[in-house]
């Protein structure tokens, strides 16, 4: 009887330079791919609405190549516990092939999963696709995890590039008969919007993401490091829900803009290329934080943040969720979220600083309202983004950084196209007056045909009011309890 293995598709939903499949058609086995969509094994942060519908349409494009190569994708929904050696069974596999996850409560459950399946007699094969080292590879001098990122930055650069990338398999063996199947809108739940797709020109799978990839490096890299702030354009890579899905790994993008650096730094594409890989490695150093502080998706890193005094206004959350704050480039965002799933990474940076800055509201209640509608929700970088923005973390921003959302939307739309497109009460707005259009003249608000109050809100809140404020309380606690913080 041939081998059979199992190859379990995780967070690496692509053939090529996957770590798992290479290994097992390496084996000389027959391959039965398998996917288990399985929410218990994510603790206290299951997959949300705008991740499910994203992971739906990539299941689908991941099940058509692998048909291209004689496969096809097993999807089951439930406990692992129980499916794998169901599955194994079935099949009569003899090994398992399955990509590490990094998450807290994902870590406790491949641990059990693993020893379950040993005790079992089947044979485990871990491997590394979604980062380009593992979580725990780095130490500080002192021997413990980095909490600023440039020495880790520079720590991981010493360490040399990372391994080289595999091509997909020209063709995948397969067991004479298949088990059952489910769709993949099985993992879909009632309210998913299975449309919500991100920006124009976002497709869900492997294809998708070596597409924006090329387009990225030939193209966008070349003003990526001047227009990567600016969410009026396509300045970004726009890659963030492919590497969370694993539809692309973080080593094909290192060695994809290492490519780019031929020019030894003599082109225009050097410094995008080199930014680039920056933000490969701050997404690293997201996981190294996450696996060496486990509690900070739900607490701040620095302990005297446990007592901070958030206040409890549900009627400022209610018009933030909702995009209606009268800040206009903060309900830009808000309302591109709703809307795509995703939003700009700087516009990010400000409606988590009036969230947390200006209506001193829980950071915890912006990541959680973000995970939900996030395509690319990816736990490490939601909640170093959220405790960086709320001072609360590593490398956190300085408790006297509040964005001003005027002076920000002036500098990073100045002429308010961003604005326009996801605001349409402001669409008549001359660029003057668009970030602040409650200081214009009652002529100028009479012909852009806005009525602040009826059409367009008025601020919920006085920014430099709420600056005071927030300095004074931040202020306060700047000391306390700094003993217990982090070492």
Not at 63 to 70: E, P, Q, S, V
Not at 155 to 162: C, D, F, H, I, T
Request: aromatic share 8%; charged share 25%.
């Amino acid at each position: 009887m041939p081998k059979r293995a199992i190859v379990m598709f995780r967070n690496d939903l692509r053939l090529s330079d996957n770590p798992s499949l290479v290994a097992a058609v390496a084996s000389g086995a027959e391959i039965v791919p398998l996917y288990i969509h399985a929410p218990v094994t994510h603790g206290n942060w299951p997959q949300g609405s705008a991740a499910r519908s994203w992971l739906a349409g990539s299941l689908t494009s991941l099940d058509a190549d692998l048909r291209t190569r004689g496969s096809r994708l097993i999807i089951r929904v439930g406990d692992p516990d129980l499916i794998l050696p169901a599955i194994a069974a079935e099949t009569r596999a003899t090994s398992l092939h399955l990509a590490r996850r990094h998450g807290p409560a994902l870590r406790r459950a491949e641990a059990h999963v693993v020893a379950h399946l040993e005790g079992a007699g089947l044979e485990v094969h871990s491997h590394e696709a979604a980062l380009l080292r593992r979580p725990d590879d780095l130490r500080s001098a002192q021997g413990g995890p980095y909490q600023m990122f440039t020495p880790f930055y520079r720590a991981a650069e010493r360490l040399g590039p990372p391994r080289l990338t595999t091509p997909a398999p020209s063709r995948i063996p397969a067991p004479a008969e298949w088990p059952d199947s489910l769709p993949p809108e099985a993992v879909l739940q009632t309210g998913d919007s299975a449309g919500l797709g991100g920006p124009d020109g976002w497709r869900p799978g492997e294809a998708g993401a070596l597409a924006r990839m090329r387009l990225f490096m030939e193209d966008l890299v070349r003003e990526y490091a001047e227009d990567r702030d600016r969410p009026d354009l396509d300045g970004t890579s726009r890659l963030s829900p492919h590497l969370s899905f694993g539809e692309i790994g973080a080593v094909q993008l290192w060695h994809a803009a290492q490519e780019v650096l031929v020019c030894n730094g003599e082109c225009h594409h050097s410094a995008g290329a080199v930014e680039f890989i920056r933000q490969l490695y701050w997404r690293e150093f997201a996981y190294h934080l996450l696996v060496n502080f486990p509690h900070t998706p739900e607490r701040p890193l620095r302990a005297r943040f446990e007592v901070f005094p958030w206040t409890h206004d549900t009627e400022g959350m209610a018009a933030w969720q909702q995009g209606r704050t009268g800040y206009p480039i903060v309900d830009a965002g808000m309302r591109q979220l709703a809307e795509t799933g995703w939003m700009h990474n700087r516009v990010r940076m400000l409606t988590a600083s009036f969230l947390t800055k200006d209506l001193l509201l829980p950071w915890q209640d912006g990541a959680r309202w973000f995970w939900e509608r996030l395509s690319d929700a990816d736990l490490a970088n939601n909640t170093l983004g959220w405790q960086w923005v709320a001072g609360c973390g590593a490398d956190a921003a300085p408790y006297f950084r509040i964005f001003n959302p005027v002076l920000q939307g002036e500098k990073f739309d100045a002429d308010g196209e961003y604005v326009r497109r996801w605001v349409p009460e402001l669409a008549g707005m001359p660029a003057r007056w668009i970030h602040h259009p409650w200081d214009a003249p009652p002529e100028t608000l009479a012909a852009a045909r806005v009525s602040l109050g009826v059409d367009y809100p008025r601020p919920i809140i006085e920014h430099a009011e709420a600056r005071k404020r927030a300095l004074a309380v931040y202020g306060s606690i700047r000391d306390v309890g700094r003993s217990c913080d982090p070492p």
